[in-house]
C-alpha cells in the first residue's frame, strides 16, 4: 500500500524557519517525481515545489522561489521542504504527493 | 498555463447526473501524444484524490458513475448519478508545465 507521512509542521514567527518532512513507503520512492502543494484554509490548491527523481531538477512557484528549497533523500525514502523567511501568507496546509497519491498534510502556521 | 473551472457551486439531487467543466489557457496535448490533465476530489476534512487521470481514465476504486472526456483545453467531468459520499470540492489540474489547479467546484447534496 502506498503511504506518505509529512511531519514537521507547526507555529513560527514572520521571517522564521521551519523544514517539513515526507515519508514514502509502499512503492519505490526513487523512481517519482514528487511534489509539494499547499491549501491555505478555506483556499484551493497550490503546487509550491516539485523534484525529479535524482534532484537534479527542481521547480517552484514564483511566491516561495528563494525561500524555500526542495530536496529528497531516496536512501530514506523522504521529500524535504526547507522553509525559510516565513510570511504570514505561508499558512497552510501542506501536502506531499506522488500525483497520484497523496499524504494527510501538516499545518504550517506563521503568526506572532 | 491557468485552468478554469464552471461551475464554482453545484447542488445536486442523489442519483441524478452532475457535470463539471475545466478549460485551459493553452493546449494540455504533448508531443508523446498523452494528455497531462487530471480530475481530483476533497471531501471534507480529507486531503484530495485521484479520481481520472489522463483525460478519462478511471484511477483505481474509483466508481464507473465517474467518467472525463475531452481534448485541448477543454474538458469534462460527469458523474451519471450522484451518490451523497460524492460531495466535496472537485479540482481539475495540469502538469503539462509545473502543476496547476481549478479554482476548484463545490458539490453538495
Known amino acids: 500500500e502506498v503511504q506518505l507521512v509529512e511531519s514537521g509542521g507547526g507555529l513560527v514567527q514572520p521571517g522564521g524557519s521551519l523544514r517539513l518532512s515526507c515519508v514514502g513507503s509502499?512503492?519505490?520512492?526513487?523512481?517519482?517525481?514528487m511534489t509539494w502543494v499547499r491549501q491555505a484554509p478555506g483556499k484551493g490548491l497550490e503546487c509550491v515545489a516539485i523534484?525529479?527523481?535524482?534532484?537534479?531538477?527542481?521547480y517552484y512557484v514564483d511566491s516561495v522561489r528563494g525561500r524555500f528549497t526542495i530536496s529528497r533523500d531516496n536512501a530514506k525514502n523522504s521529500l524535504y521542504l526547507q522553509m525559510n523567511s516565513l510570511r504570514a501568507e505561508d499558512t497552510a496546509v501542506y501536502y506531499c504527493?506522488?500525483?497520484?497519491?497523496w499524504g494527510q498534510g501538516t499545518l504550517v502556521t506563521v503568526s506572532s | 498555463i491557468v485552468l478554469t473551472q464552471t461551475p464554482l457551486s453545484l447542488a445536486v439531487t442523489p442519483g441524478q447526473p452532475a457535470s463539471i467543466s475545466c478549460k485551459s489557457s493553452?493546449?494540455?496535448?504533448?508531443?508523446?501524444?498523452?494528455?497531462?490533465f487530471h480530475w481530483y476530489l476533497q471531501r471534507p476534512g480529507q486531503s484530495p484524490h485521484l479520481l481520472i487521470y489522463?483525460?478519462?481514465n478511471r484511477f483505481s476504486g474509483v466508481p464507473d458513475r465517474f467518467s472525463g472526456s475531452g481534448s485541448g483545453t477543454d474538458f469534462t467531468l460527469k458523474i451519471s448519478r450522484v451518490e451523497a459520499e460524492d460531495v466535496g470540492v472537485y479540482y481539475c489540474?495540469?502538469?503539462?508545465?509545473?502543476?496547476?489547479f481549478g479554482q476548484g467546484t463545490k458539490v453538495e447534496i
Open positions: 504527493s506522488r500525483y497520484d497519491y
Open positions: 509502499g512503492f519505490t520512492f526513487s523512481t517519482y517525481w
Open positions: 523534484i525529479n527523481q535524482d534532484g537534479g531538477e527542481k
Open positions: 493553452q493546449s494540455l496535448l504533448h508531443s508523446t501524444g498523452q494528455t497531462y
Open positions: 489522463e483525460v478519462s
Open positions: 489540474m495540469q502538469n503539462l508545465q509545473f502543476w496547476t
